[in-house]
């Protein structure tokens, strides 16, 4: 019966809308002001993303195909035996389809905030995999990874972290370290994180994929203030911001903003107001790039070690391979 094809959803999201509302308004209120990355992903922003991962200038998303595609063998080979696959912000789970089949994972577990899209995605997989068991983790896992007593219904099946498209680059150094320590602290012995992270490269070839001719990622840029409008009930207008990417030398990340073209003010929520003068930017996003050495280092000091690594003729994209 369909009762029988629908896969475990369970949910771990934990900040109340309350809390989650606050942070938000705190940040656009900071001298410089922040929106958290995370509002881009509303529906219309999901499908921007997508549009994003099928530009010329955006060569992360080919790049990492392309190595996984030449090397799924010998990465799978590397792996542990009836793994349990955990899919971090699976999305359409359709990375990790293309794995099924090398693997032969023990179960699947996709996790993403997205709940509804989740229940679907991961149904399909369990649809085209019967024998496979699948579990969807509804979670905000960017925050709080919580998956020990889910991992420990199978005992036996070590934990494999797929953590693919250079999302690590989308945290902070420091905040990076302390989200891969929490999947360390996942891994018993046999555990393992495989790993996409984006590399140095000519900064015109950087500049470029966060800021394509065709202007999807500026749309994807603006689109953040419609959903911030919905969240606080604030009165952003689109038209009176610019799209801004440029590689910050120092902190070897694109920085994305928001500039404002002309003094205007906007309501933020009820009673409060923000004035932006022109010039004047809100961050929207870093994109961290790393060197092979940096992001070996990064794994280390979260306390794991990089076994394996895997680029592309060009040594744009990495993979690592990762176990404690
Ligand atoms: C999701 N993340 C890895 C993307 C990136 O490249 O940092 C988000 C993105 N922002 C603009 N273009 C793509």
Sequence with gaps: ?????LP?????????????????LQGLLQPTARIDSKYFYDERGC????????LDEYYPTRTEALIFSEN?????GHLPDDPQWI????GDCSKTQQWLNAVDPARVVGVDIAGEFLHSSIADVARQHPQLECVGVVSDFTQHLELHDLLAERPDNPPVFFYPGSSIGNFEPRAAMRFLSRIRAHCNSHGRLLIGADLIKPRAVLEAAYDDASGVTA???????????????????????????????????????????????????????????????????????????????????????????????KGWFGVFLAEP
């Design 1 to 5: 019966s369909f009762a029988l094809d």
């Design 219 to 313: 749309a994807f840029n603006l689109n953040i203030l419609n959903v911030v409008n919905r969240e606080l009930d604030a009165d952003f207008q689109p038209e009176l911001f610019e799209h801004h990417a440029c590689f910050d030398d120092q902190h070897r990340r694109i920085e994305m903003r928001l500039v404002a073209r002309e003094p205007h003010s906007v309501r933020l929520a009820r009673h409060t107001r923000r004035n932006f003068e022109a010039g004047e930017h809100i961050v929207t996003e870093y994109s961290h790039k790393y060197s092979v050495d940096e992001f070996r280092a990064l794994l280390t000091a979260s306390g794991l070690h990089c076994s394996h690594y895997w680029t592309d003729p």
């Design 8 to 24: 475990r959803l369970e949910s771990t999201l934990r900040l109340p809308v309350q809390d989650e509302r606050q942070q938000l």
């Design 87 to 90: 899919d971090l912000g699976c």
């Design 72 to 76: 799924r063998e010998t990465i799978a």
């Design 47 to 54: 499908e921007l993303f997508t549009d994003i991962c099928r």
